[in-house]
């Protein structure tokens, strides 16, 4: 299989391009990906796999039984695309409002789709299964787990799975592997301050919320910094914050 497989990949190239950009202009959220299920199970249904769709809602799940018995490799990506306005002048953006793929899941998707149609047509080569696996909701919404619950590393079951993300500084043509972790499970925090309403000309009467947020949030950054073994990885980013309801 080895012989002119770069080759062999870059044949499809054109088709990935109109694949990734078929998804990047029409973009949907944790379990709406209604659109993006229905082109992934029909590429993979014009490949001969086996598809199960509707897995945790909106995942598909394809299957590919190799002519030996072996064991079997899951691959997986998610779908689902994020809450943000795409402000990128480009001819394929978002034409969706207020929704755009802005951590690369149209990329994923595209590539697990050149991945199985590639080996799809190599079946009497393969000594196993593979199994691709097509997440929905990741962006927070637990697809993977839910998926799990319902079976998709069983029947067969999986023995392997194997998953990547895209990363821009990575040259072309090159893969990263961490030896440890490589990017950041997310969890969210949301603070309370309650003060007391005033003039911004009499603040000593009455409780600033605003300050004291401001103190709260400049602590908070130093745990990483004070708190946290120098050679762990850890961020604590806050991305929003309000308050008041007068500029004086």
Known sequence: MGDGLREKIYEMKDWLVEIRRTIHMHPELMFEEEKTAELVAGNLERFGLEVKKGVAKT?????????????TVAIRADMDALPVEEANPVPYASKIKGKMHACGHDAHTTILLGVAKFFSARRDQLKGNIKWIFQPAEEGGAGGKIMTEEGVLENPK????????????????????????????????????????GHGAYPHLSRDPILAA???????????????????????SFGKIGGGTAFN
């Open 158 to 197: 999986v023995d392997a799975i194997f998953g990547a993300h895209v990363f821009p500084e990575i040259p072309i043509g090159k893969i990263g592997v961490n030896e440890k972790e490589g990017l950041a499970a997310t969890d969210r925090v949301t603070f309370k301050i309650v003060g007391t309403g």
């Open 214 to 236: 401001g103190h709260l949030i400049t602590q908070i950054h130093s745990i990483v910094s004070r708190s946290i073994h120098p050679l762990d990885s850890a961020v604590i």
């Open 59 to 71: 995942g598909v799940v394809g299957l590919l039984r190799g002519a030996k018995e072996g064991k």
